[in-house]
C-alpha cells in the first residue's frame, strides 16, 4: 500500500499509523531518515494531528526516534537493539507453544499447513510482502490458540522491528527451504502434543536467525541502513 495514496476518514489514525509502519518495514522510509510531520501528512493528504499520533505510536514501537525540537527519525537498524528484540520474540513464541500445544486443534493444525503452503506458494514467486504475511499466519496459530492477549499485543509491537531486516534480505533469512521445513516438522510435533519439544524446535530456529542476521551485522550488509 503506497504511502503516497490518499487515506481515507475511516479509522483515520489506525491507518495512518499502518501506512507508516508498512512503509519503514518496506524501506519506503529508510533506517536513519529524518520525517517531518507537516511533509508526511501533506503526502497522505490530512493534518498533522493524525500524523502525529502515528509517530507517537511508532515510537512507542520502536520503529521511530524523536528529540524534541531537534530531529524525528526512522530508527537506525541497531544489533544490539535488533537482538534483544530477537530474544524476546523467541521467548514469546515458545511461551505460546507450551501453552498452545495441550490445546491445540485438528483446524488449529490445518490453518498451520494452509499458512505454509501459501508461504512456500510466496518464496516461490519471490513475494517478500505475501511471504512474511503467511508466516505471521502461520505464527500466529499458536499465538491465537495460548488466548494470551498480552503476548499477542507485544508479538505484535515488536514483530515490526525484525520484519524491517526479513524485508531486506528476505532470500538470506527465510526464503530457503529451510524455514518451509522449519514449519513443517513444527506442526508434526504440534499434532504429537509435545509442548517441550515444540518450544524447543522453536527456540532454535530463532536461535538460528539470530545467527544468520548477526552474519549480515559482520558483513556490514546494513551499514547503508544504518547512515540513512
Aim: with cysteine; hydrophobic share 40%.
Amino acid at each position: 500500500m503506497s504511502l503516497d495514496r490518499p487515506v481515507s476518514r475511516r479509522l483515520l489514525s489506525d491507518e495512518v499509523f499502518e501506512r507508516l509502519r508498512d512503509s519503514i518495514v518496506r524501506g519506503e522510509l529508510v533506517p536513519g531518515e529524518k520525517v517531518k510531520d507537516g511533509e508526511l501528512a501533506e503526502r497522505l493528504g490530512l493534518s498533522r494531528t493524525p500524523v502525529r499520533e502515528a509517530l507517537a505510536r511508532l515510537a512507542d514501537i520502536g520503529l521511530v526516534e524523536a528529540k524534541p525540537g531537534v530531529y524525528t527519525r526512522i530508527t537506525t537498524l541497531n544489533r544490539r537493539d535488533v537482538e534483544k528484540t530477537l530474544a524476546v520474540l523467541r521467548s514469546l513464541d515458545q511461551l505460546a507453544l507450551e501453552t498452545a500445544v495441550p490445546v491445540m486443534t485438528e483446524q488449529d493444525l490445518h490453518r498451520m499447513r494452509e499458512a505454509n503452503r501459501d508461504f512456500e506458494r510466496a518464496v516461490a514467486a519471490n513475494d517478500v510482502t505475501a511471504a512474511l504475511a503467511a508466516d505471521d499466519r502461520f505464527h500466529a496459530v499458536p499465538i491465537g490458540a495460548a488466548d494470551n492477549p498480552v503476548l499477542s499485543r507485544i508479538v505484535d509491537q515488536l514483530h515490526p522491528q525484525i520484519h524491517r531486516i526479513l524485508y531486506r534480505k528476505f532470500s538470506t533469512l527465510l526464503g530457503g527451504r529451510n524455514t518451509i521445513e522449519h514449519h513443517d516438522e513444527l506442526i508434526t510435533v504440534c499434532g504429537g502434543g509435545d509442548a517441550r519439544a515444540a518450544a524447543e524446535l522453536s527456540g532454535h530456529h530463532w536461535s538460528e536467525l539470530g545467527g544468520h542476521i548477526n552474519e549480515l551485522f559482520d558483513t556490514n550488509q546494513f551499514a547503508e541502513a544504518a547512515t540513512g
